[in-house]
């Protein structure tokens, strides 16, 4: 029999809530099956477990969840792996350049920063230096 998985089983294993679980499935990044009165406990496959990791993995990598959703559903498919290979590295590539230009700006900040401190530093140094003269 494959792992089967509850809400709280997965919500431990990657130190989410059962809230966040609820909303990936909502998204459509998890499909679980339903079991009890009413259907009201979720029943999760490995295949739910892997969609989750590899849905937390894409969040890392700063991807929005319909992008990880639109990838990961590129691997359910029984197509060849070389498109969606190729549409990863097209959406890894225009993540590379909005982090770069994010640590571009970063660069700059900091290098105002330092030069604020270093007028400052000046600017207190020279009155010390005249209020001990007085």
């Given at each position: 029999?494959?792992?089967?998985?509850t809400?709280?089983?997965?919500?431990?294993?990657?130190?989410?809530?059962?809230?966040?679980?609820?909303?990936y499935?909502?998204m459509?990044?998890?499909?679980?099956?339903?079991?009890?009165p009413?259907?009201?406990?979720?029943?999760?496959?490995?295949?739910?477990?892997?969609?989750?990791?590899?849905?937390?993995r894409?969040?890392?990598?700063?991807?929005?969840?319909?992008?990880?959703?639109?990838?990961?559903?590129?691997?359910?498919?029984?197509?060849?792996?070389?498109?969606q290979?190729?549409?990863f590295?097209?959406v890894?590539?225009?993540?590379?350049?909005?982090?770069?230009?994010?640590?571009?700006?970063?660069?700059?900040?900091?290098?105002?920063?330092?030069?604020h401190?270093?007028?400052?530093?000046?600017?207190?140094?020279?009155?010390?230096k005249?209020?001990?003269?007085?």
């Amino acid at each position: 029999m494959a792992n089967i998985y509850t809400i709280s089983d997965l919500a431990q294993e990657f130190d989410l809530t059962t809230r966040a679980i609820r909303f990936y499935e909502d998204m459509g990044l998890l499909e679980p099956e339903r079991s009890g009165p009413g259907g009201r406990n979720r029943v999760y496959s490995a295949r739910d477990r892997t969609r989750l990791k590899l849905t937390l993995r894409a969040k890392r990598l700063g991807l929005s969840l319909t992008e990880a959703k639109d990838l990961i559903d590129m691997y359910d498919s029984p197509r060849d792996t070389g498109p969606q290979l190729k549409k990863f590295l097209v959406v890894l590539a225009e993540h590379r350049r909005q982090l770069e230009s994010q640590l571009a700006d970063l660069e700059a900040t900091l290098d105002e920063v330092k030069t604020h401190e270093k007028e400052t530093r000046s600017l207190l140094n020279k009155t010390s230096k005249a209020s001990g003269q007085v």
